[in-house]
């Protein structure tokens, strides 16, 4: 990438809005540019870590080992970052361990700035710290925020798993009510629901004001979907066929990154969901062999 090509892909970077575009050239000079092919590990969990990483082109995909249901290690997406933001802002404010693994997903071109790098460039600039370090502030606040969000409403949803609702439409109106207001910005939503007995969608639940498409989406291998730049859909996977679908419409369109970490809350919900509908099945079908069993004992003599 050449200067120019360069100041232009900073000046589209959200921790530099503050910083003057006079500014930018200075900087540069102390970046080191470097390119990962799609499903390479830009840094592993754990390894020492003192440079930012700013996205280019692309995407990266953050992840954590978590301990999976069946007790093995497993990664789980912590988000999925595009071009115009950055990993590894914690290395700059404490440098040490890093906290998660970093995964080119699709090929990426990054800006790597380097910790002494940093300083150094602050010191002939020592205006510019204060709007700098704001920014990762910022950054980092939004990113807990929607963590915490997220953490909160899987926590709710996996509670449910142990509460007796009694139908999947009772369980469907119930989620998409706690869900809808966890999803940053203003949304309306929908919840369908497979009918056995006339084999069709039927939407069991609204949520908000604006229309909400009521035709299937075709999902293919991906569970979750954006219609269009405001509308993302979810499908609720059943052990013969499609158990049900959600479909949320924003009132604007989200960012990049808002709109990956939408994609990725909901297609974890739909998992608990998911196990969720299980539960009432089975709950449903033992209902149904106690019934049978009682009146075959009433019957007999």
Known sequence: ???????????????????????LPTLAGFLKQKAFTDGTVIFEEGSEGDALLFVAKGSIRVSKRVLGEKGEIEQKDLAILPAGE???????????????????????????????????????????????????????????????????????????LLEPIPSGKDLLQKVLGHLVPHVEGTWSGAAFLYNEFNEEMERVANQGQAEVPSTCPVFGDQKTIWLDGKSVAVAIPGPKRLDGYLVLVGAQEPPPELRNEISRTLATSAGLIESALENIRFRTEDQLRARLQSARSAGSF
């Open 1 to 23: 990438m050449d200067n120019a090509a360069m100041l232009k892909a900073l000046r589209g970077l959200h921790l530099l809005e503050r910083i003057p575009d006079d500014r």
């Open 86 to 160: 950055c990993v590894g802002e914690m290395s700059l404010m404490v440098p040490g361990p890093r906290s998660a693994r970093a995964t080119a997903a699709g090929d990426v071109e990054v800006f790597q700035l380097e910790r002494t790098d940093l300083l150094r460039w602050l010191d002939s600039n020592p205006a510019l710290a204060v709007g700098f370090f704001a920014e990762i502030v910022e950054t980092l606040t939004r990113r807990l925020r929607r963590s915490s969000n997220e953490l909160t409403l899987l926590f709710d949803l996996s509670q449910w």
